[in-house]
């Protein structure tokens, strides 16, 4: 890639992502977390990728950049990507998410469609112990 493209990529990912930074040369480190995130979310796009695997991507960042990630799923989705939000966050699950997956021990446990269970089926199948009966043995 050439110098004058890497540059022209660099602005338009600082604008279409809305990355806080005072230039396009300052490093990635000395970046909000939330801003971080969104350089990591630019090569990404830049390398053209269409599933997006977030996992807790809105730990740590404030309630401004929390509303910058959701629209830019948003914007992602609206493009024709996939994300797979991984959360324990149940509330931001709640909102974005058009399919629920409920895993404990690694183990698919469940699958819900969009607002089809309730918070505690949720909760019981997460964190449920597998009831067998063993002959009076755990």
């Not at 695997?53 to 493009?79: C, H, M, N, Q, W």
């Amino acid at each position: 890639i050439s110098g004058s493209r890497e540059k022209a990529e660099a602005d338009r990912q600082i604008a279409d992502l809305r990355i806080k930074t005072p230039t396009r040369h300052a490093l990635a480190s000395s970046l909000s977390g939330g801003n971080q995130q969104k350089i990591v979310i630019g090569k990404w796009l830049a390398h053209g990728a269409k599933l997006f695997i977030f996992d807790e991507p809105t730990v740590g960042v404030d309630v401004g950049t929390k509303a910058e990630i959701y629209r830019l799923f948003s914007t992602l989705l609206s493009k024709g990507a996939g994300i797979i939000l991984i959360s324990s966050y149940l509330p931001e699950v709640y909102e974005l998410a058009d399919t629920l997956h409920v895993f404990r021990r690694g183990k698919l446990v469940a699958t819900h469609g969009f607002h089809t269970a309730s918070h505690e089926d949720i909760l019981s199948q997460a964190l449920a112990e597998k009831q067998e009966k063993t002959g009076g043995q755990k």
